[in-house]
């Protein structure tokens, strides 16, 4: 069964830091582009940032830009979200998704998600 998995959410205060990971079980990440999403109350989901197979970073939110950095460490089947500075309106349940191949989808089929599979995401809460 192909699954992914979100970790790491919580509550943390503006300006803090977090680092969600997403691990894969089933298959390997490896064959996979990655992308991480969030979904804010009463919002509509929003793509945050992509990583290739190779390890390139696309279609990043401009909203997220200088402070979220997307990684892959394929020998343990990860991905991670490194979260910084940041702010109450990051606040969101985060998703990584899955899509087979090399490459991130272009800009309007990621926003659309147009991934393969997904994580059922975590929480992060930004709050004093």
């Known amino acids: 069964q192909l699954q992914l998995v979100e970790s790491g959410g919580g509550l943390v205060q503006p300006g803090g830091s977090l680092r969600l990971s997403c691990a894969a079980s089933g298959f390997t990440l490896d064959d996979y582009a990655i992308g991480w999403f969030r979904q804010a109350p009463g919002k509509e989901r929003e793509g945050v940032s992509c990583i290739s197979q190779s390890g390139v970073t696309t279609n990043t939110a401009d909203s997220v830009k200088g402070r979220f950095t997307v990684s892959r460490d394929n020998a343990k089947n990860t991905v991670y979200l490194q979260m910084n500075s940041l702010k109450p309106e990051d606040t969101a349940v985060y998703y990584c998704?899955?899509?087979?191949?090399?490459?991130?989808?272009?800009?309007?089929?990621?926003?659309?998600?147009?991934?393969?599979?997904w994580g059922k995401g975590t929480l992060v809460t930004v709050s004093s």
């Open positions: 998704a899955a899509t087979w191949g090399s490459y991130c989808p272009g800009p309007i089929a990621f926003r659309r998600g147009g991934m393969d599979y």
